[in-house]
């Protein structure tokens, strides 16, 4: 369809629904520019294909665009102001200011990242379909209709998608705890993540959402922490502390730590019992390349 805005307000509604459309905006490859644009009734804008880099100015606080699929909602009495304006494709439905708190009610707020289901798409073909035929008798009313199960079916899929999203993060966070209290074990991670439920590639692709370092390098640092307290704070050996770290072998263990702390683990024992602040470069990530 091409951009089109389509006013239902003086439209005849046979039904008494509580939430009727005053507009729609059907708005593909849209850019507007607001100028201290003071709203007065309530919009919910459903935007997507949106570039990153939009900057607006919401009642005088500054909002970043994700470049995310978007279900905005701007109440009356918003002023907007466009900093930098950016295209995208949006569907906009308005509200008499009078339908506020019903709205409310519903626990509808906007929603940053939503996803745009099948079921979505349905529902927005169906409203398209209907505003070909917008004064035909009941068409007003499953527009209506039709506006609220789109925004209620985004809401469902957002906050499940929410729940789903923590559940993943618990798990990923209770693999890094497991991992970080069997430090002198060897360790399968392709058996460990799969207990999780996770496949090989799945467990990366989360992890990094929460982690900068990745397993080997995080399983590595936790292992040297230990080692380095042990040093310090315990009478054991290197052999030892190797064997209670995990470590794959004591010229193993001599090598990385050499090339962490430019130090051999004894001298790094005697520096740090005689309270000698060791300045240690930060190493690269290719150095903590190790097979777990």
Not at 175 to 181: F, Q, R, V, Y
Not at 267 to 275: D, H, I, L
Request: hydrophobic share 40%; charged share 25%; with cysteine.
């Amino acid at each position: 369809m091409e951009k089109h805005t389509y006013n239902l307000e003086k439209l005849k509604r046979l039904l008494n629904f509580p939430f009727r459309l005053k507009e729609i905006g059907w708005m593909p490859e849209h850019v507007y520019i607001h100028r201290q644009t003071l709203i007065n009734r309530i919009f919910v804008c459903l935007t997507f294909n949106f570039k990153a880099g939009g900057i607006s100015e919401v009642n005088g606080r500054l909002v970043h665009s994700s470049g995310k699929d978007h279900l905005g909602i701007i109440w009356p009495g918003t002023v907007l102001q466009t900093i930098q304006a950016r295209e995208h494709d949006e569907i906009f439905f308005t509200y008499d200011a009078s339908c506020a708190e019903a709205f409310r009610n519903l626990g509808l707020n906007s929603m940053d990242g939503i996803r745009i289901t099948k079921s979505v798409e349905n529902i927005i073909e169906e409203i398209r379909l209907e505003l070909k035929h917008l004064y035909r008798p009941g068409t007003a009313d499953r527009l209506d209709q039709l506006a609220i199960r789109l925004f209620t079916e985004l809401l469902i899929e957002f906050r499940a998608g929410a729940e789903e999203r923590h559940r993943i993060n618990l798990k990923i966070h209770d693999i890094a705890s497991w991992l970080a209290s069997h430090l002198h074990e060897k360790i399968n991670l392709t058996a460990l993540v799969k207990e999780y439920g996770f496949s090989r590639r799945t467990f990366y692709r989360e992890w990094g959402k929460l982690y900068q370092l990745s397993p080997v390098r995080f399983l590595l640092e936790q292992r040297m922490k230990l080692a380095e307290e042990l040093l310090i704070r315990s009478e054991c050996s290197v052999g030892e502390i190797v064997e209670q770290c995990g470590f794959v072998s004591s010229i193993y263990f001599y090598q990385r730590f050499r090339m962490k702390h430019r130090c051999s683990p004894l001298q790094y024992r005697r520096r740090g019992r005689t309270g000698f602040t060791l300045q240690v470069p930060v190493p690269s990530e290719s150095i903590f390349q190790e097979k777990i």
